[in-house]
């Protein structure tokens, strides 16, 4: 399988997928990603220096087991900071891409403002085999935590046009 095939943008500064591996690296950075997050239980193997990342952030999160409220408060205000950059283009990975990488990006969205729904339908009708809010990882607590936090700390957005939806253009490209 082409690895650019699971690299996915789901807004204008915002892509889920796997593990940034060596082998992505050329697609990561042909898609003019410019930081990464990675929220997998393995650490980064990719640097600032390997691509020219701004920065590279591992903060894990154990897949199938609910995010505690530190965590996602860790990984949120790493991905502001990190979206709030000028230019800024973060990719979100865990291993597989499907589970923690997509529920982090879905749970910023809401902090963002984003309907849970809204923000499920916008990385689930990007990233085919993504699993955004996975029971196993959220609950309502945890969702009325990241919209909390981010109507204390994230809005107004000072970089709202990396909120909006990919162009499909864009999505084409790394199909």
């Known amino acids: 399988m082409d690895v650019r095939r699971r690299v996915f943008p789901i807004t204008r500064s915002l892509w889920v997928g796997p593990f940034a591996s060596p082998e992505r690296l050329p697609v990561l950075m042909q898609s003019g990603i410019t930081h990464l997050l990675n929220v997998g239980d393995a650490p980064s ?3 600032a220096q390997d691509g020219a990342f701004r920065e590279v952030v591992w903060h894990p999160i154990c897949d199938l087991q609910r995010i505690p ?6 990984c949120l205000g790493h991905l502001h900071r990190m979206v709030c950059e000028p230019g800024a283009s973060v990719y979100v990975h865990c291993i597989a891409g499907w589970n923690r990488s997509p529920t982090i990006t879905w749970l910023y969205l809401i902090a963002c403002g984003l309907s849970a729904a809204t923000a499920r339908s916008l990385i689930e ?13 959220v609950d309502a607590t945890i969702l009325d935590f990241a919209q909390k936090l981010g109507l204390a700390r994230f809005l107004p957005h000072p970089r709202p046009e990396a909120l909006e939806p990919s162009a499909p253009a864009a999505f084409d490209a790394v199909r």
């Open 69 to 74: 409220e530190d965590d996602a408060a860790d």
């Open 45 to 47: 193997v990719l640097t």
């Open 125 to 137: 009708g990007r990233a085919w085999d993504a699993v955004p809010g996975h029971s196993r990882l």
